[in-house]
């Protein structure tokens, strides 16, 4: 989780550029935070943890019941669907350390902190889901070609049932939390929860109908533990790999930087993500017969300014020193004089 930063957007312990006088600015809407405001102290901490812990347990408590469910009916789509829960227990632990350990400081091996945490962890549970996928794929294709008795008791009714009730409690509780905190963790649950009401869903009517229909359940519950696993498999790698946010998130970052009073432009850009927050480096040029001490304040401010958009976790500046009607000159369609090596206060 970012550090909490004081009244005038610093990093505790940060001290202002020397000779700092360039005032706050204020911020518009974040399009990183559209329906996901700001976090109280503790609620990143609080909610997603006691959510992974309650979804280990669920998941605990489902794989007990639906083993004996299969047990006691010999079905095919039920034993998949215990199976499907075998992969949330691994599933939420996994997720549970991942909260824990994304939550630590910066330390000398992880300068940047350990934000990667979650997207690996949820790299990790999309592989195990794709084999187990494709393990259910394989009973179910057995059970099609061969004639199995199911034996519809009360008891496994009750326990499909609670199954598919206590899932849609859990995704309620999930999408809340995946919206206040922005967790790709949080989310991750929630559209495995979600698939997990439509796998159980599935297998109890399969089950209920008996025969083969109970087969082909289970051939769908595989198909879908297979596809929502490669689904979200697929959106980790793009964190793991530093994808660029979303445009409208480049463009407010350049706007907050604009904003800097004394800051003329800023002509390059690059952000990506690191784990779930965002880093970004930006070039902003200045008057070149501004004094370094005043050059240095505005890339201190322009620092803090695009740090408070939410999401955002380290801003870099490179300051660029640009002749004073370098805006005059772009404007009338003369030639700008390309900045040399500007006055670094990269941080």
Known sequence: MRAAKTGDGRLPGQDPGPGQTVPPVAHTSS????????????????????????????????????????????????????????????????????????????????????????????????????????????????????????????????????????????????????????????????????????????????????????????????????YSGTRVGLENIHYLMGRAPAAEVQEEIRSAALRVPGVKDVPFLRAHFVGDRVDAELHVTVDEDMPLREAHAISETVKREVERIPDLQYAFVHIEPVPSNSNERAREGAPVPQPGAGKSTRR
């Not at 004639?147 to 496994?156: E, G, K, R």
């Not at 859990?170 to 999408?175: E, F, G, K």
């Not at 979600?194 to 109908?209: E, H, K, P, T, Y």
């Open 31 to 226: 399009a990183l935070s559209a329906g996901n405001p700001e976090r109280t102290p503790g609620s990143e901490r609080a909610t997603p943890r006691g959510l992974t812990v309650a979804g280990v347990v669920l998941a605990a408590t489902l794989l007990l019941l639906k083993s004996l469910a299969t047990v006691l009916t010999g079905s095919i789509s039920i034993l998949s669907d215990a199976l499907n829960s075998f992969l949330d227990l691994f599933s939420y632990s996994a997720i549970h350390l991942a909260v824990r350990m994304q939550n630590v400081a910066p330390d000398v091996d992880h300068p940047f902190g350990h934000r990667r945490a979650e997207p690996l962890a949820g790299l990790i549970i999309a592989i195990l889901a794709a084999v187990l996928g494709f393990n259910i794929l394989r009973e179910a294709i057995t059970s099609l070609a061969t004639d199995h008795a199911v034996v519809l008791a009360p008891a496994a009714l009750v326990v499909m049932t609670i199954a598919v009730g206590s899932k849609v409690v859990m995704a309620i509780l999930y999408r809340t939390a995946s919206r206040r905190t922005g967790s790709p963790a949080m989310e991750a649950s929630y559209v495995d929860t979600r698939n997990d009401i439509l796998a159980s869903s599935i297998a109890f009517v399969g089950f209920f109908l008996g025969g083969h229909w109970d087969s082909v359940a289970a051939l769908l519950v595989g198909v879908w533990v297979i």
